[in-house]
């Protein structure tokens, strides 16, 4: 696989293939080789980050994964790549979680089909 730089190289370096997936024996988080993040381990090394930010409030993995996700929507990333880099089993379960956020609504939607269709 080729990598390259940025959020597509990050996720080359760790396993994780940005077109198809993660192999069974490959750990996108590592405490060393083969060997899975321990969440205790985890949560201290995010403690420790959040307190050299000066961050009062500890964030939790799972609402730092849904800002992640809120923060790409904001972005304009599309839901499919949403989707690949959220490691969902379909577009629908991104769409179930995140829908809401998505821009445009089905008034907007109307309004640009009536837009492009009127002569």
Same mark, same amino acid.
């Given at each position: ?39 205790? %381990? ?28 809120? +923060? ?10 949403? /989707?690949? +880099?959220?490691?969902? %089993? /379909?577009?629908?379960?991104? +769409? ?19 837009? +492009?269709?009127?002569?």
């Amino acid at each position: 696989m080729a990598c390259q730089s940025g959020l597509q190289g990050t996720y080359c370096s760790t396993g994780v293939s940005v077109g198809g997936g993660v192999a069974d024996d490959q750990l996108v988080l590592a405490d060393g080789p083969g060997m899975p993040y321990r969440a205790a %381990s985890f949560y201290r090394r995010a403690d420790r980050a959040w307190a050299e930010a000066g961050l009062t409030d500890r964030l939790r993995l799972h609402q730092a994964r849904h800002t992640y996700a809120s +923060f790409m929507i904001a972005a304009g990333i599309n839901a499919k790549a949403l /989707s690949v +880099f959220m490691g969902h %089993s /379909s577009i629908k379960v991104t +769409f179930d979680l995140y829908g809401h956020l998505m821009p445009g609504t089905e008034a907007e939607a109307a309004a640009l089909l009536d837009a +492009f269709l009127d002569p």
